[in-house]
């Protein structure tokens, strides 16, 4: 019924950049959050950063000052942005649409490897 898309994922090696997108489709209610996990292997899913409908953002520590989040609303689109990648960025990383009633939506997750 609502999917949510993920693109930009792929290997890249440290020092490099990556832009992941998420686009939803179907029946979607109005998105107030609009943000990305990661897990890694052997740990558990973690936030990396969400953005709210009017702008405000909020980014996990070991990402500050190197990733973006940002949003089109009328695109139902929300990006992560990834500079300075480093090896400890490699992880699975998933895309998360909550609306203003409190409905989530997931993406499948997509692979993001960054090698020495």
């Known amino acids: 019924q609502v999917q949510l898309a993920e693109s930009g994922g792929g290997l890249v090696q440290s020092g490099g950049s990556l832009r992941l997108a998420c686009t939803g489709s179907g029946r979607l209610f109005t998105i107030n959050v609009m943000g990305w996990y990661r897990q890694a292997p052997g740990k558990q899913r973690e936030l990396v950063a969400h953005?709210?409908?009017?702008?405000?953002?909020n980014y996990a520590d070991s990402v500050k000052g190197r990733f973006t989040i940002s949003r089109d609303n009328a695109k139902n689109t929300v990006y992560l942005q990834m500079n300075s990648l480093k090896p400890e960025d490699t992880a699975v990383y998933y895309c998360?649409?909550?609306?203003?009633?409190?409905?989530?939506?997931w993406g499948q997750g997509t692979q993001v490897t960054v090698s020495e």
């Open positions: 953005i709210i409908k009017g702008g405000s953002t």
């Open positions: 998360k649409f909550t609306s203003i009633t409190g409905i989530e939506y």
